[in-house]
């Protein structure tokens, strides 16, 4: 995942070369293998390399176009082939940053629907005046911006956005709902206002004066996939599975695959070995990297990874690198009192990066450093789109309603309510109340936090529950409102997953590929999840690929939820939140929050992982409190505590401008 930055001053002013100097500085640490740049009358842009391919190591960015359009690209074409036959001027030697410009010399803006892969691209022209943004349908990769009447500037990074800008930002609250909630903001938010994020699918049109945004592309699948056979539903699955992992497999050199123990890394793992076998894949060999936690073994067996990955492992006659999560766990919790752990040694432009990197993570990037990796291959999201979770015939009630099939809905509701051992009353309620009510994929989350500000949870309160929606009858198919609503929670995931330059790497999903999720949502919901029987499709087709034992696993369980008995002793009068940043910006009820956290042994079930982000929160504002980049700091506030390395408490003096 390589990195690039540009700054446009709309009346050509030279961008200075202490801020060339201070961005480039930045920046250095995400682009290890290239340093480009590109200047023009009031123009300025750098391009950081991240090499993961061999096309890459050919590319020289920013790259000119045959109408002079500079363009810079971060990402995978995983339709290369395709590209490569419909154009002109490329063959299969071309870097992919050519035959996406020759696209944009063909297409325009119309190229961007066109272009499958991970990728985000900024094409300025001289000509026009005009600066375009865009990012791929998931948005795993970030391109961050900010706009006004002299300059725009753009970054994937979003540090230097906030620390060059020359003023301070007032806080999104927003963002800081989205963030509190663990459903995370939506995905066009940043922390500041007056910095964006590319939404997914999407790109903008900047100019003196103007600022467009459209998007270029919707999962509605055209037609609905209808096979006579449930073979032929398999068959197609196992193509389009096949087509992912193949595209994620493109590296030169070898690929990392997490391998969990569930039942969407196995799959990976074991079609990946198929591909490579046969030869149809990039990398030269797929290793694995695994971890296990063995302390609950007494209480739930089934927590423990290790017995799954190892069949995996057995079944590919390697084994992998392996984690011991608990023993990691059990060592730092022994070291460090709970909270008051901070990474204050660099700037934290979210709350997340004012959190220090899991041991866990630590050990998992001491790996990739010594062995070289720079791609690794996740199953994440692969619940949402094959049928995880507790089998529901919501979706599959709501369809046949929608479409007037009354006998077989009541076919289906009879057989529902004796397999789950429910009412036909109830189930059938839940799937009409879906027409009538918002609800989210979640609970109100807003009763997690009973702290907060009463004002500020009805300012934000839709962010605070997930963005509820309600399923329209006459629209859309329900099932695919359902998938909808579950892309747009992923697509937030993505955009809130932070970068680190201690932990770097290019983190592939197969099962966001475009071609895959458009497939599951084109066919029949009844392929997907069937009475009682959770991913009915995929561990159809997948017999004889992954070990039966992972295809028959019970759904993973969950580990119990540690109490907060854990803790210090001191942490209620430890913090000594006499007066807190989070309060003067009005998000916290200052006095709930102080009695809250005088009980906060008392706390259970949500409310642990809430307090606990909640003061993370507080703890971050302090930080950008101190880097001078929020606007309208409390008063008489001259010291922010506990903001020392690895949870040493002292007090610090704030900038003489910020007292």
């Known amino acids: 995942m390589s990195v690039q930055f540009g700054k446009w001053n709309f009346q050509g002013q030279p961008v200075s070369p202490d801020y060339i100097e201070k961005v480039g500085t930045?920046?250095?640490?995400?682009?290890?293998?290239?340093?480009?740049?590109y200047i023009d009358v009031g123009v300025w842009e750098l391009y950081r390399a991240f090499h993961t391919t061999k096309e890459s190591r050919r590319e020289k960015q920013?790259?000119?176009?045959?109408?002079?359009?500079?363009?810079?690209?971060?990402?995978?074409?995983?339709?290369?082939?395709?590209?490569?036959?419909?154009?002109?001027?490329?063959?299969?030697?071309?870097?992919?940053?050519?035959?996406?410009a020759a696209a944009y010399e063909m297409w325009g803006v119309n190229c961007f629907a066109k272009l499958i892969g991970d990728w985000t691209i900024s094409i300025w022209s001289a000509i026009t005046r005009s600066l375009i943004l865009?990012?791929?349908?998931?948005?795993?990769?970030?391109?961050?911006?900010?706009?006004?009447?002299?300059?725009?500037?753009?970054?994937?990074?979003?540090?230097?956005?906030?620390?060059?800008a020359g003023r301070a930002f007032e806080l999104c609250e927003e963002y800081v709902a989205g963030w509190l909630a663990i459903m995370f903001p939506a995905a066009h938010l940043t922390p500041y206002v007056g910095i964006h994020s590319v939404p997914p699918a999407s790109f903008i049109v900047l100019a003196p004066g103007k600022c467009t945004t459209t998007q270029y592309w919707q999962f509605y699948p055209l037609t609905t996939i209808c096979y006579r056979t449930d073979a032929e539903y398999e068959e197609h699955f196992r193509s389009v599975l096949a087509t992912a992992v193949q595209r994620s497999l493109r590296s030169d050199r070898p690929v990392l695959a997490e391998l969990s123990g569930g039942m969407d890394s196995s799959a990976i793992v074991c079609v990946a070995d198929t591909l490579?076998?046969?030869?149809?894949?990039?990398?030269?060999?797929?290793?694995?990297?695994?971890?296990?936690?063995?302390?609950?073994?007494?209480?739930?067996?089934?927590?423990?990874?290790?017995?799954?990955?190892?069949?995996?492992?057995?079944?590919?006659?390697?084994?992998?690198?392996h984690i011991d999560i608990g023993a990691l766990i059990t060592k730092a919790d022994s070291q460090y009192p709970f909270i008051f752990q901070s990474v204050s040694n660099r700037f934290a432009a979210t709350p997340d990066l004012n959190e220090p990197l899991p041991e866990v993570l630590q050990q998992y990037a001491r790996y990739l450093a010594s062995t070289g990796h720079r791609v690794t291959i996740s199953g994440i999201g692969g619940g949402e789109v094959m049928g995880d979770g507790v089998p529901t015939p919501t979706p599959e009630l709501q369809n046949l309603l929608a479409t007037i099939r009354l006998l077989t809905f009541m076919r289906q509701l009879n057989a529902w309510s004796v397999k789950m051992r429910r009412s036909r009353l109830a189930l059938f309620w839940e799937a009409v109340r879906g027409f009538l009510f918002q609800t989210s994929r979640g609970t109100s989350n807003s009763l997690s936090f009973p702290w907060l500000d009463s004002r500020f949870v009805r300012r934000n309160k839709t962010t605070l529950d997930g963005y509820p929606s309600r399923i329209r009858l006459f629209d859309l198919l329900p099932s695919l409102q359902h998938n909808l609503r579950?892309?747009?929670?992923?697509?937030?995931?993505?955009?809130?997953?932070?970068?680190?330059?201690?932990?770097?790497?290019?983190?592939?999903?197969?099962?966001?590929?475009?071609?895959?999720?458009?497939?599951?949502?084109?066919?029949?919901?009844?392929?997907?999840?069937r009475v009682g029987q959770r991913r009915s499709l995929m561990k159809r087709a997948l017999v004889g690929i992954v070990p039966d034992e992972l295809l028959n696993r019970r759904r993973k369980s969950i580990a119990p939820q540690l109490s907060l008995n854990n803790m210090p002793a001191a942490l209620p009068d430890a913090m000594g939140l006499s007066h807190t940043v989070s309060s003067f910006k009005g998000i916290l009820d200052q006095e709930c929050f102080v009695e809250c956290l005088r009980k906060a042994h008392d706390l259970r079930g949500p409310q642990i992982s809430s307090f606990k982000r909640t003061v993370t929160l507080e703890r971050w504002l302090r930080h950008i409190m101190m880097e001078g980049v929020l606007v309208n700091l409390p008063p008489e506030t001259t010291t922010c505590p506990f903001s020392g390395h690895k949870g040493v408490p002292h007090q610090v003096e704030l900038p003489r401008a910020l007292r």
Do not use: C
Request: glycine residues 6%; charged residues 25%.
């Open 26 to 37: 930045t920046l250095a640490p995400y682009g290890p293998d290239s340093n480009e740049s």
């Open 62 to 100: 920013p790259y000119i176009s045959s109408s002079g359009a500079v363009i810079i690209w971060d990402g995978r074409l995983d339709n290369r082939a395709e590209l490569i036959r419909a154009l002109q001027g490329v063959n299969t030697d071309s870097t992919d940053v050519t035959i996406v």
């Open 134 to 164: 865009a990012k791929d349908p998931m948005g795993a990769r970030h391109l961050y911006y900010s706009f006004d009447a002299d300059n725009v500037t753009w970054s994937t990074i979003l540090d230097p956005l906030v620390l060059f």
């Open 276 to 321: 490579i076998a046969s030869g149809a894949s990039d990398t030269p060999r797929l290793d694995t990297l695994s971890w296990y936690d063995d302390r609950y073994d007494h209480v739930e067996p089934d927590i423990n990874e290790r017995p799954y990955f190892s069949r995996v492992e057995q079944k590919r006659g390697r084994a992998g690198y």
């Open 486 to 529: 579950s892309l747009a929670g992923d697509q937030r995931l993505l955009a809130n997953w932070t970068l680190r330059p201690e932990f770097l790497r290019e983190v592939r999903l197969p099962y966001f590929d475009r071609t895959l999720v458009e497939f599951m949502y084109s066919i029949p919901r009844e392929q997907v999840v």
